[in-house]
T-cell receptor
Framework: GENVEQHPSTLSVQEGDSAVIKCTYS??????FPWYKQELGKRPQLIID?????GEKKDQRIAVTLNKTAKHFSLHITETQPEDSAVYFC???????????FGTGTRLKVLA | GAGVSQTPSNKVTEKGKYVELRCDPI?????LYWYRQSLGQGPEFLIY????????DSGLPNDRFFAVRPEGSVSTLKIQRTERGDSAVYLC????????????FGQGTRLTVV
């Protein structure tokens, strides 16, 4: 069945440094790749997404890259701040079926 | 309402009991998803609906779990003969089938089986 793998499971960075989280997916029909941020006790919130016809997308300090051939996509956060600390998880969606599968999550800690 | 609403927010039940978890999606969203989430983990797919029918229920762990969406809006996740291993946060999400593919999550129901 479909699967999304996410690495690392935990990541600690110094404030101001960059953080990179990587995901791979198995279903070649996937064409929509969202990233969610979830703070403790709160609902997941979409922070950025990318569709398969685009290789890279950027929104201020956040960027996502997609390599469809290798079935890899990554989240890049630059100039990290303490408020970036949260659990992040990637998703792979098929806009034909509207099914989403999510990765296992990365706990990011930004150290002040 | 403005977002996906789940009730109850917390549920404590005794092992062996039956529970129902409710999800009220964003009005007009045809697709509805149920996920289970353990602490610090990503959402684990359970089932999703397109309209009233279950389009894919391959993530339901066993036949104690069942979900319905009789009128294509509100959905109920039903768990029979609960076990301690069922304890988790159950998340619901909905999305539009009109080209907007973002899935909007509810705040979840924290189920604790004692």
């Amino acid at each position: 069945g479909e699967n999304v793998e996410q690495h690392p499971s935990t990541l600690s960075v110094q404030e101001g440094d960059s953080a990179v989280i990587k995901c791979t997916y198995s279903d070649s029909a996937s064409n929509y790749f969202p990233w969610y941020k979830q703070e403790l006790g709160k609902r997941p919130q979409l922070i950025i997404d990318i569709r398969s016809n685009v290789g890279e997308k950027k929104d201020q300090r956040i960027a996502v890259t997609l390599n469809k051939t290798a079935k890899h996509f990554s989240l890049h956060i630059t100039e990290t701040q303490p408020e970036d600390s949260a659990v992040y998880f990637c998703g792979a969606g098929d806009s034909g079926t509207y099914k989403y599968i999510f990765g296992t999550g990365t706990r990011l800690k930004v150290l002040a | 309402g403005a977002g996906v609403s789940q009730t109850p927010s917390n549920k404590v039940t005794e092992k062996g009991k039956y529970v129902e978890l409710r999800c009220d999606p964003i009005s007009g969203h045809t697709a509805l998803y149920w996920y289970r989430q353990s602490l610090g983990q990503g959402p684990e797919f359970l089932i999703y609906f397109q309209g009233t029918g279950a389009a894919d229920d391959s993530g339901l762990p066993n036949d104690r779990f069942f979900a319905v969406r009789p009128e294509g809006s509100v959905s109920t996740l039903k768990i029979q003969r609960t076990e301690r291993g069922d304890s988790a946060v159950y998340l619901c999400a909905s999305s539009s089938l009109a080209g907007d593919t973002e899935a909007f999550f509810g705040q979840g129901t924290r189920l604790t089986v004692v």
